[in-house]
Structures are given as C-alpha cells and as structure tokens.
Nanobody, 128 residues
Framework: QVQLVESGGGLVQAGGSLRLSCAAS??????????MGWFRQAPGKEREFAAA????????YYADSVEGRFTISRDYAKNTVYLQMNSLKPEDTAVYYC???????????????????WGQGTQVTVSS
C-alpha cells in the first residue's frame, strides 16, 4: 500500500503562487507505474478534478478552470508529485488532495472514482 501526504498549502493573496507537494511512501513501486491526480474541494462544494499526470510523466491533463495557471509534474527520485499554482484566484480556495490512479499504466482521467490512496489534503486559501 502506498501512502500519500500533501504539503505546501497556505494563505496567499490573489495573483500569488504556491507549490503543493504530494510525497509517496510505503510501497512506492505503486507510485512509479501509475498516473497521479490532484483534486480540490471548496467549502460547501463537491470535490472536483484539477490536474493529472500520466505514469511516465509525459502527458498532463487539466481542468478548464486551472488550465494555463497550474502545472503538474512528478519527480521519480523523490516519489513526489507537484502542483505549481500561479495567478491564484479567490475561487481556487479549497482543500487540495492528491491520489493515485487505480490501474497500472492506466489512462489519464478526471474521474474521482478511478483514483485511490487519497492523501489527507492541504488547505489553500486565496484572499482577494
């Protein structure tokens, strides 16, 4: 079983930047061959997809709401996935979660049901 721990959240003014990290531990071979995703949940709303990266890091996929502002990447040596968030807006305020796709070398997906091993989340607050 792989465990995922998010970090890097905080309070930032609109227009600012943050970089979130998602570190995998435990059976980390469960990190290498799997796509990884970032999701977020704003207060009073359903959890929604933000970004995903495929198992070899060669393909990324973004929600329309973050396209052009957020960048997902992964570092295999550190077993870590990152989410660089620029030009932050108040509507980006949410708890951000990372998760691992359930299928070995599976396709990129925005569907929450296709992800497992969810982290505990990290709070991002963007002030206006």
């Amino acid at each position: 079983q792989v465990q995922l721990v998010e970090s890097g959240g905080g309070l930032v003014q609109a227009g600012g930047s943050l970089r979130l990290s998602c570190a995998a531990s435990g059976r980390t071979f469960g990190f290498i061959n799997y796509a990884m995703g970032w999701f977020r949940q704003a207060p009073g709303k359903e959890r929604e997809f933000a970004a995903a990266i495929n198992w070899n890091g060669g393909t990324t996929y973004y929600a329309d709401s973050v396209e052009g502002r957020f960048t997902i990447s992964r570092d295999y040596a550190k077993n870590t996935v990152y989410l660089q968030m620029n030009s932050l807006k108040p509507e980006d305020t949410a708890v951000y979660y990372c998760a691992r796709h359930k299928y070995d070398r599976g396709s990129l997906s925005s569907l929450e049901d296709e992800y497992v091993n969810w982290g505990q989340g990290t709070q991002v607050t963007v002030s206006s």
